[in-house]
Nanobody
């Protein structure tokens, strides 16, 4: 079992920045993929960004150039740096990791962008 704890959410003005963090209860190097998803009210959960063990990254088209995902295996943490935030980025953001065919989710952290 893996516990994931997200932090860094909150209220921010449009155009501002926030960095989300996700700390895992075991070695991050054991995860093949780590990612951030978001779910806005009334919408399906969608992938925002993902990073593999080899640090290959993948981003949703809507966030390319504004969001950056990174991982620090020494701290068992994955980050999502979000710049130039827009109102439509308001959502609950979830951390996800995959290992040995299993996926694990955090509880999520709410991000609200005021326009």
């Amino acid at each position: 079992q893996v516990q994931l704890v997200e932090s860094g959410g909150g209220l921010v003005q449009a155009g501002g920045s926030l960095r989300l963090s996700c700390a895992a209860s075991r070695r991050f190097s054991s995860f093949s993929v780590a990612g951030w998803y978001r779910q806005a009210t009334g919408k399906q959960r969608e992938l925002v960004a993902a990073i593999t063990g080899g640090s290959t990254t993948n981003y949703a088209d809507s966030v390319k150039g504004r969001f950056t995902i990174s991982r620090d295996n020494a701290k068992n943490t994955v980050y999502l740096q979000r710049n130039s935030l827009k109102h439509e980025n308001t959502a609950r953001y979830y951390c996800n990791v995959a290992s040995s065919g299993f996926q694990y989710w955090g509880q999520g952290t709410q991000v609200t962008v005021s326009s």
